[in-house]
């Protein structure tokens, strides 16, 4: 399959046009692109864009949560808060990143000149802006935004809803309708486009990952755009899918939802697992430890996430079995993500290691991410989820998970590719600095969380009892460091961007890939003739 | 990080609480045992692999001179960091399930109580006793707008708590009118979703008597925040007295609704009441907070014919969080609560609905 682009066709289509193809000029070159470093670039900064919206939410969020007693929004803005400071982290930020960082990497990785399939590429990029522009549109409309929580249960979501809710639903359905296209381009590419030579188990453990990851975004993307088209039925069309007046059930829509957001909490994960996969071994100078079991092991993963969706509702009352088989079923996750962790963790034994922006990144992600491992081994125990469900613990949990999970695998992928991208170095001195701010914020802000949640402190709620309040103080002080701290990250990619020390092709001594084979910055078209992979 | 945080902080304050309690129940302390074992076994884990990270990144360094190893795969060391986890796994599944089995047994109930999720309050319902009522927070408003010290109790403290008696498997059924709620009392180690159209089942046992709060846990809107849960254990005779005096007063409430009332004392009750039931929607002036919840000062209903309003206070509005309060509400705290509506904040429509109006009202709908 990897020989669709036939060498000599390509080397004579590009013989026949006898001028170099740079990108258009002005304003309409982003528009109209159909490069995949363009379209990534846009994804990338779009998320980050939206990171920093969908921060400036939590500050809001932790602000009020300084002190007891309500000082800065009231409890309907407080809800709306929670709920687009979720929503845009995990569809605007976390989600849209991994796409940029796939769009510019993987045809690089696998020696492809571009994405099998390039206009689509420019339109599920640009259905974003669209969606978020709108989501973020119903915070100014009458009523208010979304106030129903990132998980949007019925019936708070549908009958008792703001009118706005429709323009959410409609958003949504753009959102998925992205994700798909994305997620389809990356599975053509990566099984059609890959150079000759690179067979299935020669890729970069970054593109397995996404090539897993973007099969569960085809499986489970169709199921979220099911349940949002089930509230609007049941809000404008009289339907009853959620609401037991009319034989429905509203427990439905969080199997429903849960079926869908299970497998989305590892399309979150799984890419960072595949760059941290390529950034440990190259300052190790070592490589990677059992790659075939990592490999296996995100399959693994991938398929165990599709049937442990109900320990998110241990509380709704299903049946003792149900409860018995989704809590089997959550705790062997954790033996494919141990051998993930113990993998990593032998990759960087008797290496000879170095400790720059990107490898500090990713061993905070190993450390971190293993303890919101922990969490969560601890919440699939039915029982003890009776005392942490729907308390700051889970808050915790999947902060510990997605921040110095997903975002500092982000962060360690954007300064391991930054020379590729740009051209220049980064500045070292305040890489490490952004990741010491970054690691001792994000744990003052989330450490805390276990504690309050295990004394007992409900999440989604604007105002506490004194007990909890020390904790959150200390909270909010961690909150207000990480969120102050990603504004160094926009100055250090700026500074990057505009100058700085020259990078050669391939600036990491210990790095391995097709990508270190073009020059830096990655010439507009490369792998015009794909490379030989031995 | 972990450590040093709790190394600092151990001094104890309550305000610094860091760990769940064992609770008042046998089941509460078996789930406390549970959450220790298995935070035990994630700090071992946790000690050995960090710690071997650790010492590989402070040893195996560019910077010492280390050179690089090659090894990259070892068959037998996968398959050991498969097995080994998954045994450590079975040995924790064991009295996890356990401890399930024996919460879920919910069989051989000596009494049953109804719980009924609103927003945003808790309705307590003593099965086959004629005994029910509604709990709400007590917190007063100033207190949560910092013009007033907080108390000790702030925001877990309700006008009426529930009341079981101890040592007695007491059952609850709980349920939702509106959204879904969640019920829960930390000390009891229950936490069961109130779900609209279904019941749930859940029971405990408590040991000795005392006051247990907790919280509602599952976002239901806006005062989401402001529904505590309070339990109070009472000794069984302590609990027989409670319930007999309970139900004098429920007959001598139900008397009221045929008393002659006069104007000054259906607003003296109507404001206390809408306060209680309203206030958190309407807002104390009556101005609402539009469009979600809109104002009754000067609003069209409460100052036109009376019908109309007793009808939406009675029957609620569908499609909106507008609820069906004469299924709630005595007839003549609804009676109170409209005359008060009609004649507060400048509404002045002068006229007064009785208790027996309401009665009427409702008797026709039938």
């Keep these: 399959m990897s020989a669709v682009i036939d060498p000599g066709h390509a080397g004579h289509g590009h013989a026949g046009h006898d001028h170099h193809h740079g990108p258009a000029k002005g304003l309409m070159r982003w528009v109209l692109t159909t490069n995949h470093k363009d379209i990534g670039t846009m994804y990338l900064w779009f998320s980050f864009a939206m990171f920093l919206l969908g921060g400036s939410m939590a500050m809001v969020i932790r602000a009020e949560l300084f002190q007891p007693g309500l000082q800065i929004v009231q409890p309907e803005f407080f809800n709306q808060m929670t709920t687009m400071h979720g929503l845009i982290m995990v569809f605007g930020a976390v989600m849209p990143a991994f796409v940029g960082l796939a769009n510019w990497m993987i045809p690089l990785m696998v020696g492809a000149p571009d994405m099998a399939l390039p206009r689509m590429n420019n339109f599920s ?114 339907t009853s899918f959620f609401s037991a007046a009319g034989g429905g059930d ?34 190790a100078r070592k490589p990677l430890f059992g790659y075939t079991s990592m490999v296996y092991a995100t399959a693994s993963i991938a398929f165990l996430s599709f049937i442990v969706w109900a320990h998110h509702m241990f509380t709704v009352g299903i049946p003792l079995t149900g409860e018995l088989f989704f809590m089997y079923a959550t705790m062997l996750i954790a033996v494919p993500t141990g051998v993930k962790v113990f993998n990593w963790a032998s990759t960087m034994w008797r290496g000879s290691m170095t400790f720059e922006t990107p490898m500090l990144f990713s061993v905070a992600f190993v450390i971190l991410f293993t303890i919101g491992g922990f969490s969560g081994l601890m919440l699939a125990i039915a029982p003890a989820d009776f005392q942490y469900h729907d308390t700051y613990f889970v808050v915790a949990h999947f902060h510990y998970v997605l921040v110095p999970g997903a975002i500092f695998g982000i962060f360690a992928s954007a300064y391991y590719w930054l020379p590729k991208w740009t051209g220049h ?56 460091m990480f969120g102050a701290t990603q504004l160094l990250f ?45 | 990080m972990g450590l040093l945080l709790w190394l600092v902080f151990s001094s104890a304050h309550a305000s610094w609480g860091f760990n769940m309690t064992p609770g008042a129940t046998e089941v509460s302390r078996s789930v406390f045992d549970l959450h220790m074992t298995i935070f035990w076994i994630c700090v071992v884990i946790g000690v050995i692999v960090f710690g071997a990270m650790f010492w590989s990144m402070l040893v195996h360094r560019r910077s010492t001179g280390q050179q690089p190893a090659h090894f990259h795969e070892s068959t037998t060391v996968e398959i050991l960091w498969t097995v080994v986890p998954l045994v450590i796994l079975v040995l924790m599944a064991i009295p996890a399930t356990k401890t399930l089995i024996e919460i879920y047994d919910s069989s051989e109930s000596e009494l049953d109580i109804q719980v009924t999720g609103y927003q945003w309050k808790w309705h307590y319902k003593y099965l086959g006793e004629d005994v029910e009522f509604f709990s709400n927070l007590t917190t007063p408003k100033d207190q949560i707008n910092n013009k007033a010290t907080k108390g000790e109790h702030y925001l877990l403290e309700v006008d009426e708590p529930l009341v079981v008696p101890v040592g007695t498997k007491v059952r609850f059924l709980i349920t939702a009118a ?68 309970r139900k004098v007063a429920a007959a001598a409430e139900r008397e009221l609704t045929s008393k002659e009332w006069t104007m000054d ?53 569908p499609g909106t969080s507008m609820a069906a309060f004469g299924k709630q509400l005595s007839e003549v705290d609804i009676a109170a609560i409209i005359t008060y509506e009609r004649n507060a904040w400048g509404n002045a429509v002068g006229d007064m609905v009785t208790p027996k109006d309401i009665l009427a009202f409702k008797q026709a709908q039938e």
């Excluded at chain 1, 926009?490 to 990078?503: D, E, H, T």
């Design chain 1, 250 to 283: 509203p427990v439905l829509f969080q199997h429903v939802f849960w079926f869908f957001g299970h497998p989305e909490v590892y399309i979150m994960i799984l890419p960072a697992f595949g760059a941290v996969s390529a950034i440990i071994p190259a300052f």
């Design chain 2, 265 to 317: 004392e259906l607003m003296a009750r109507g404001e206390k009441s809408y306060q209680t039931n309203c206030a958190s929607c309407h807002q104390p002036n009556g101005e609402g907070l539009p469009p979600m919840f809109p104002a009754l000062k000067g609003s069209a209903i409460a100052k036109g014919e009376a019908q109309g309003h007793i009808g939406i206070v009675v029957n609620g509005k």
């Design chain 1, 425 to 480: 170095m980064y500045d070292e001195t305040l890489g490490k600095l952004h990741f010491w701010m970054s690691f001792v914020g994000m744990n003052l802000a989330f450490f805390p969380m276990h504690f309050v949640g295990l004394a007992g402190m409900p999440r989604r709620i604007p105002d506490y009892n004194m007990m909890f309040a020390n904790f959150n103080m200390v909270s909010s002080i961690g909150a207000f």
């Design chain 1, 490 to 534: 926009l100055f250090i990619v700026i500074k990057c961007i505009r100058g700085g020390k020259p990078a050669a092709a391939k600036p990491w001594d210990g790095a391995e890939g097709l990508e270190w084979t073009v020059p830096s910055p990655a010439p507009y078209h490369t792998f015009t003739t794909p490379p030989e992979v031995k």
């Design chain 2, 178 to 245: 509106d959204v879904i709620h969640s019920w829960w009392v930390p000390a009891l180690a229950v936490k069961k979703d109130a779900i609209p159209g279904f019941i749930n089942e859940s029971w405990t046992r408590i040991d000795e008597p005392g006051i247990y709060r907790g919280q509602c846990t599952e976002l239901c809107g806006k005062d989401h925040g402001f529904m505590p849960v309070v339990v109070e254990a009472k000794s069984k005779e302590d609990y027989a007295a409670w319930l007999a005096e």
């Design chain 1, 125 to 238: 990029f640009w259905l974003l802006p669209a969606a978020f522009g709108m989501l973020i549109s119903t915070l100014f409309m009458e009523g208010g935004g979304p106030n129903f929580g990132w998980t949007f249960y019925a019936p708070l979501s549908t009958t008792y809803a703001p009118e706005s809710v429709t323009f959410f639903i409609f958003a949504v359905h753009l959102m998925g309708i992205s994700s798909i296209m994305g997620a389809i381009n990356v599975v053509a590419t990566i099984l059609n486009l890959r150079a000759p030579g690179m067979t299935l188990m020669k890729m970069p453990l970054f593109v397995w990952t996404w090539l897993i990851t973007a099969f569960l975004l085809i499986a489970v993307m169709p199921v979220l755009a099911g349940c949002v088209t089930m509230m609007l039925m049941d809000i404008h069309f009289g």
